[in-house]
């Protein structure tokens, strides 16, 4: 898979940008937060998500729904491939996602509609 960071994605004016990336085995981003939500899907391997309240194992083919603004630290169990769709305040509101962090099973449909969302430009109609 191709590396698609889009730099710096939180200034795209889009509600809703999605990325992905090869990351090596251990590889840990530390404490920080994004303007906007981060639904992180690992495609490939795990992800280990930790905040000031919990702390969340992604595994193979799910998600963690990290709220815009909450400080979280991730870790790669293994290589792992992440696809991160990153949406506006606005936009986590109407899909009405949720507050806090959580693990979400991604279905086959989702999946494909990711791995075609990695190919639009970051500028898309």
Known sequence: MRNTLVDPYEDIPRDVV??????????????H???RGQFAYAARGAISVATPTGRWLVPPQRACWVPAGMDHQMTMSGAVTMLNTFLTARAAQALGLPADCRVHAVSPLLRHLLDEAIDLPALYD
């Open 33 to 35: 937060a994004h303007r």
């Open 18 to 31: 999605v990325t992905a990336c090869d990351y090596p085995a251990g590889l840990t981003f530390p404490l």
